[in-house]
């Protein structure tokens, strides 16, 4: 099994699915545990153990974030179609109705594994049946944006978009490409969820850890991420800020105890949501 050898910048859906899988009552991803395997979850705990100790909680929160969005957002529109880039194997589409249009956009050998995978946990009636569109794409390459504008002129209703944990892992040049996109051609009331690196993250105790984790694992240079300031998002006229916020308020949030996390000791990433007007 190749996929599964913690060797490419994709293999970090299986880590952040981990957290996903061991917070579900937070996460609200019920089907999480099926995409976990023995060696993720030993390269999970190391990680945690080793690098990062907020890790098992963080993206359990981010992904409650983005299911009470979409699952807000489906209340608000009758007809809509739902894209998530860099999909890996989250479980949002389970978590709307099967009526809405749903597509997924994923490197290609990610794309091969989740298809095969979902047929196997279906036959053995692991997860319930549903259409998903699966497009593979390098979200890198220039011609990926015209087959992402295709889908969108093509669809009827609004479009909630989500680029849960991708941002940081693109070109400069591609998240402007995707964000001229969205500021340009989204339908009005369509909605953008997604997560990004600010430059002040960069050398917490936690962010070294990760920088250094994953050029070891994964061989992903530690100077390869791009990082983003907030007032990059406030720069498009035709989207708006509906919310921005952070771990620390969402483990408020979604936890009923007192917050755990320790600054400098997770990924402080920044959560937004966004809204075509
Ligand atoms: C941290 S995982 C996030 C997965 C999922 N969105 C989540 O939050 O659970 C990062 C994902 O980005 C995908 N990815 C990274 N670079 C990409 C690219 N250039 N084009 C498409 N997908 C990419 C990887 O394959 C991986 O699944």
Redesign the pocket.
């Known amino acids: 099994m190749t996929f599964l050898t913690m060797a490419k ?2 293999e ?2 299986l ?3 981990w957290s ?1 899988a061991k917070n579900a009552a937070i996460s609200k991803d019920r089907w999480a545990h099926l995409w976990v395997t023995k060696e993720s979850a030993r390269i999970a705990e190391e990680y945690t153990e080793k690098v990062v100790p907020g890790h098992p909680l963080v ?1 359990a929160l ?2 409650r974030f983005f299911v009470d969005a979409l699952q807000a957002f489906e209340k608000k529109h009758e007809e809509f179609t739902f894209i ?7 479980s949002y589409p389970y978590l709307i109705s099967p009526h809405h249009p749903v597509y997924e ?3 290609p050998h ?1 794309i091969a594994y989740r298809k095969k995978k979902i047929k196997e946990f279906e036959a053995a009636g692991q997860l319930p049946k549903r259409k998903i569109n699966f497009l593979s ?4 390459e220039a011609p990926s944006i015209k087959q992402i504008e295709e889908i969108i002129l093509n669809q009827k209703g609004t479009v909630f978009v989500l680029m ?3 941002l940081y ?2 070109t400069q040049e591609a998240i402007d490409r995707l964000f001229g996109l969205w500021n340009q051609s989204l339908p009005k009331g369509s909605q953008l969820g997604f997560v990004t690196w600010p430059s002040a993250i960069k050398d917490t105790p936690a962010m070294k850890g990760l920088r250094g984790c994953f050029e070891k694992w994964l061989q992903w240079p530690q100077d390869q991420y791009t990082w983003i300031e907030r007032d990059y998002f406030s720069r498009w006229d035709h989207l708006k800020i509906l919310e921005e916020t952070n771990y620390l308020v969402l483990e408020k949030k979604y936890c009923n105890r007192p917050n755990e996390l320790v600054p400098g000791t997770f990924v402080d990433e920044s959560v937004f949501l966004m809204e075509k007007s």
């Open positions: 910048i994709s970090t859906a880590l952040v699915n996903k993206p981010r992904n998530n880039l860099a999909a890996g194997f989250t956009i994923e490197l990610v794409l390098d979200l890198n849960e944990g991708l892992y693109l």
